[in-house]
């Protein structure tokens, strides 16, 4: 029996989910492996090692990236940011200081004089110690958002790691995102791809189902190149805007500096030119997809029978077929058969954790 020998220099991830797997793929797909550390699972094989100076990491999440700024020898974009990671109100100040028009964030601390409802209250990072923080709720009034605090210190949430969104409308399609790839230090060495949320669970705030590409809007790629450059940014990286359905405006919401989960979107039809810039590599062409491209969640996909997912079952379908009918690149992410084993595998875990508290409770 062969014994795995650890690579002395490794491509790293520290996640074992879809946009990892994807992920794998891409660099499979370019002669390179890819392995997973610290983070059970199928999809990515793991490594039996630390991470340690020379290995190249990729990061799907803000939590994985934190351990590894400012850490000297590892090779990964971005290597430096100019604001607190990961934080939505410093992120609305730093964009607002370079030109942008973020939607507006304040801190928890302004609820008490805050006059302009309905307003988002969300965590101000989406990870904190590792755990995900919840993704937002639309409060009406002062007393609604107190409520919801207090519904999350009793989860073990601290009111201070949240904040306070203007509301700017709860549309599907109002969600847009310029993402690939920019390099500050060499401003011609970018992939810009222009996209727009379709489909998701429960409007504006719910999770992706579909998401497609599109032309440019109002000048959104000219205005992520000047905001990333002013802020010296380098990497893999997802700015969204919404566009205000009032005013037609749109609106930097926030930045993923990070590989985001319909990345695959620049791999196979892009010739992998994300995964290329990433590695250092010359890309094929402008790097963009040369077919329009659709992306639809696999697992969103499985579960379209239950709620909330029903509810966009028949639009998703509708919208897939037309995709389809221009000649579109549909992208299932991930593929049916994967979705359906880690929504079992969920299942699973879930009523393991009941039976144990049902165990303890007697």
């Keep these: 029996m062969t014994r795995f020998a650890p690579p002395e220099q490794a491509n790293i991830v520290l996640s074992n989910f879809v946009s990892a797997r994807s992920l794998r793929l891409g660099l499979a797909a370019l002669g390179e492996e890819l392995y997973a550390f610290d983070a059970p699972g199928f999809m990515v094989p793991s490594l039996p090692r630390a991470p340690w100076p020379g290995d190249r990491m990729f990061f799907t999440d803000e939590h994985s990236l934190g351990l590894y700024l400012g850490r000297p020898g590892f090779r990964f974009a971005p290597s430096r940011l100019s604001w607190p990671l990961d934080d939505k109100v410093a992120f609305a100040e730093a964009a607002a200081a370079a030109g942008g028009?973020?939607?507006?964030?304040?801190?928890?601390?302004?609820?008490?004089?805050?006059?302009?409802?309905?307003?988002?209250?969300?965590?101000?990072?989406?990870?904190?110690?590792?755990?995900?923080?919840?993704?937002?709720?639309?409060?009406?009034?002062?007393?609604?958002?107190?409520?919801?605090?207090?519904?999350?210190?009793?989860a073990g949430y601290v009111a201070s790691g949240f904040c306070l969104q203007a509301w700017i409308g709860d549309g599907i399609t109002n969600c847009w995102s310029v993402a690939g790839w920019h390099n500050a230090d060499v401003p011609g060495e970018e992939v810009m791809l222009v996209t727009q949320k379709l489909a998701a669970t429960r409007r504006g705030l719910g999770y992706a189902l579909l998401v497609g590409t599109m032309e440019d809007p109002s000048g959104l790629v000219a205005r992520t190149r000047s905001l990333l450059q002013r802020l010296g940014y380098t990497g893999p990286f997802e700015l969204e805007f919404l566009q205000d359905q009032a005013t037609g405006r749109f609106h930097e919401l926030e930045l993923n500096p990070r590989f985001w989960l319909q990345?695959?979107?620049?791999?196979?039809?892009?010739?992998y030119s994300l995964l290329r810039r990433y590695l250092g590599w010359s890309v094929v062409g402008d790097g963009l997809p040369t077919v329009?491209?659709?992306?639809?969640?696999?697992?969103?996909?499985?579960?379209?029978?239950?709620?909330?997912?029903?509810?966009?079952?028949?639009?998703?379908?509708?919208?897939?077929?037309?995709?389809?009918?221009?000649?579109?690149?549909?992208?299932?992410?991930?593929?049916?058969?994967?979705?359906?084993r880690l929504l079992a595998e969920d299942i699973l875990r879930r009523l393991s954790r009941w039976r144990r508290r049902s165990s303890t409770a007697r």
Aim: proline residues 11%.
């Design 292 to 340: 329009p491209v659709l992306w639809v969640s696999g697992i969103g996909s499985v579960m379209r029978i239950i709620r909330p997912f029903r509810e966009e079952s028949r639009r998703t379908r509708q919208i897939i077929s037309q995709w389809k009918g221009r000649g579109a690149c549909v992208l299932i992410d991930p593929p049916i058969p994967v979705a359906v």
């Design 101 to 154: 028009e973020p939607v507006p964030a304040l801190p928890i601390e302004a609820l008490a004089t805050l006059d302009r409802f309905p307003v988002l209250l969300k965590g101000r990072r989406s990870w904190l110690n590792g755990r995900p923080h919840p993704r937002g709720i639309l409060c009406e009034s002062v007393g609604q958002a107190r409520a919801a605090l207090a519904e999350f210190a009793a």
């Design 263 to 271: 990345h695959s979107m620049l791999g196979k039809p892009a010739a």
